[in-house]
């Protein structure tokens, strides 16, 4: 079993260097054969054509980092874990529909049905919300779970930076709740979060206004699959550590996930006011409307990226009160999300997109 301190730098490193060295790679590539029409590019924001061929380097942090470990610990066979057998099948599943999605443009029943699917092998491989305490009921939670995630970061994946560094506090969340509450921890579930946390920064490296490279529907699916999967295990999982309280699973996983859960509920109520399906893409969603307050794209991220951070320390406080058996307090933790929402969704309201704008 490996557990030191130089390995958990070993796996961020590994995770680094493959995202850098793949996205740099994948760039130059789409500079001579990776663009041959417009079916390779999408038009953002930004309205700058861009290969979305980031996810790639995410996918490829995760699957190095199960090799990583079956050569570092020769001890154990990650793979005899069901529920690793599940994350792995689960989130290259999820990976290949995305690049699908993205090459051929599939239809929304046929990315439902794979969401679907990534959702029933968590459940049949032992990887389930237990909220309700009722099998098939949690059960079906779960299914719904991985459906709203991966489509929440898919829609939250609409500016430079936004949804990696989301995803990254959120990770980050999981990774804490892992070390502080885990208990019979495998080590190589850390050693998973942390390898891909070294993916998202060496993709945010080339993500960051003014991005080179967008993650595309290949990674938004892989990483909100990978996301739903860990904040499962670790999060809406944290009430079996306090006496199956489950209204503070919902806390805690509500405020590691309150950027993209904030935009996700303004962009569906607005949406839905206006008659719209929720679904549809669009130049609405929170992010959107700050650059119509005057915000500019790079300091959208910097708010992003602050309330991602203090969400992040807010989840590890809720860690530590439920450590402390003092739950009684965590109630007021809801109060951050309610703030955040109502400023974010307000400015939805009062600025809207100038007329001259697509």
């Not at 590019?41 to 996810?55: F, M």
């Not at 993650?215 to 670790?234: L, N």
């Not at 919902?250 to 996930?257: K, P, R, S």
């Amino acid at each position: 079993m490996i557990t030191q301190l130089p390995y958990y730098f070993l796996f961020f490193l590994f995770g680094l260097i493959i995202s850098l060295t793949v996205n740099h790679l994948l760039l130059k590539f789409s500079e001579t054969l990776g663009i041959r029409n417009k079916n390779d590019v999408v038009v953002r924001w930004s309205n700058h054509s861009k290969p979305s061929l980031g996810g790639i380097s995410l996918f490829l942090g995760f699957i190095s980092s199960s090799i990583l470990y079956l050569m570092v610990d020769t001890n154990v066979n990650i793979f005899n874990d069901i529920s690793y057998v599940g994350l792995f099948f689960s989130a290259a599943l999820a990976f290949f529909m995305g690049l699908a999605d993205d090459a051929y443009n599939t239809k929304p029943y046929f990315k439902l049905l794979i969401q679907i699917l990534c959702g029933f092998i968590l459940v049949v491989t032992n990887t389930q919300i237990d909220l309700f305490h009722i099998l098939w009921l949690d059960q079906l939670c779960t299914i719904l779970w991985v459906i709203v995630l991966m489509n929440s970061l898919n829609m939250l994946d609409n500016m430079d930076g936004i949804t990696a560094t989301t995803v990254f506090f959120t990770l980050l969340s999981c990774l804490f709740t892992a070390y502080f509450i885990g208990n019979s921890l495998e080590p190589y579930w850390i050693f998973t979060i942390i390898s891909v946390l070294g993916a998202i920064v060496g993709f945010l490296r080339y993500n960051i206004n003014p991005s080179k490279i967008f993650m595309g529907d290949a990674g938004s699916q892989f990483i909100g699959m990978f996301v739903a999967f860990f904040t499962i295990k670790y999060l809406w999982n944290l009430g079996s550590e306090t006496q199956n309280h489950s209204w503070v699973s919902l806390i805690i996983t509500l405020t590691a996930l309150t950027p993209a859960a904030a935009d996700t509920l303004a962009v569906v109520i607005n949406r839905l006011k206006r008659g719209q399906s929720p679904m549809v893409g669009g130049k609405d969603h929170t992010t959107h409307h700050l650059v119509y307050a005057g915000f500019k794209d790079r300091q959208v991220w910097y708010i992003f990226s602050l309330i991602g951070m203090l969400s992040f320390l807010l989840a590890v406080s809720i860690v530590y009160l439920v450590r402390h058996n003092q739950i009684e307090y965590i109630l007021f933790f809801l109060i951050f999300f309610v703030v955040v929402f109502a400023l974010l969704y307000r400015n939805t309201i009062v600025h809207k997109a100038p007329t001259n704008k697509d």
